[in-house]
């Protein structure tokens, strides 16, 4: 007569070799399962969610489908100042007066208040051009790619954020920080929207570290309505 098998009160470190018992087995691959959807929904997480760990990388920008590049691309620039409605401008600089410059490919409008350093308002507009380059798209791409690495390199200033942002044009960062040795701070949001680059400033006084902290929340809300209001016009253009 063959030896009883004791009773254990632990489980057993290995399978015995006789076949599982027919509720066990559904329940073990059922957790295997379960397990392994968890984890491709972590890895995709990782890799969806924003402010992740690919969050300063380079964008993976889709491409168009062929030949519709070109046909999309701007081949002019509004006014200067054409591009932010008064009420908007009265809202963010009151009193303000404006400054402009422009060419074929760069505008500039800077609002400020009269007889004051602040608060101002900056937009700057750049237009690669398809009759100036076969590459009008790409060129922008790249200005846009330059302004993204000075920005995460810029001595000097104080960088309190500094992200991607989705929803404005096919890539945007927006940016506040404050400025070394003045009682300012600044906050910029940079914009790419086919073959053209914009960038909205807006900055305000902010004597010391915990005042200019406490301002990246209403800075970054002005600068991103400005800079909704300057892609509208843009694509209306």
């Not at 691959?29 to 929904?41: I, M, N, P, Y």
């Not at 500039?108 to 004051?116: F, H, K, L, M, V």
Request: proline share 10%.
């Amino acid at each position: 007569m063959g030896l009883q098998r004791p009773v254990e009160p632990f489980h057993r470190p290995y399978s015995p070799p006789e076949p599982p018992s027919p509720p066990r087995r559904p329940k073990r691959f059922a957790v295997l399962a379960g397990a392994a959807v968890l984890a491709l929904a972590a890895v995709a997480l990782l890799l969806l969610v924003p402010g992740g760990s690919g969050r300063e990388e380079a964008t993976v920008r889709p491409t168009p489908p062929s030949g519709t590049r070109q046909s999309q691309t701007l081949t002019a620039l509004p006014a200067p100042c054409g591009t932010v409605s008064k009420g908007t401008v009265d809202r963010t600089v009151p009193m303000a007066s404006r400054t402009e410059n422009a060419n074929s490919t760069l505008t500039t409008c800077t609002y400020s208040p009269t007889g004051a350093a602040f608060p101002w308002l900056r937009v700057e507009t750049r237009l690669y051009a398809s009759g100036n380059t076969t590459t009008p798209v790409k060129d922008a791409e790249e200005y846009y790619d330059a302004q993204w690495a000075q920005a995460r390199e810029a001595p000097l200033v104080r960088t309190i954020s500094l992200e991607r942002h989705r929803g404005l044009g096919e890539e945007a960062y927006r940016w506040f920080r404050a400025d070394e040795g003045r009682p300012s701070v600044v906050g910029q949001v940079t914009a790419r929207i086919r073959n053209t680059v914009f960038t909205v400033t807006y900055g305000e006084r902010a004597p010391g570290k915990g005042a200019q902290d406490a301002r990246e929340g209403v800075c970054i809300a002005k600068v991103t309505a400005v800079a909704r209001e300057v892609l509208a016009a843009l694509n209306h253009f």
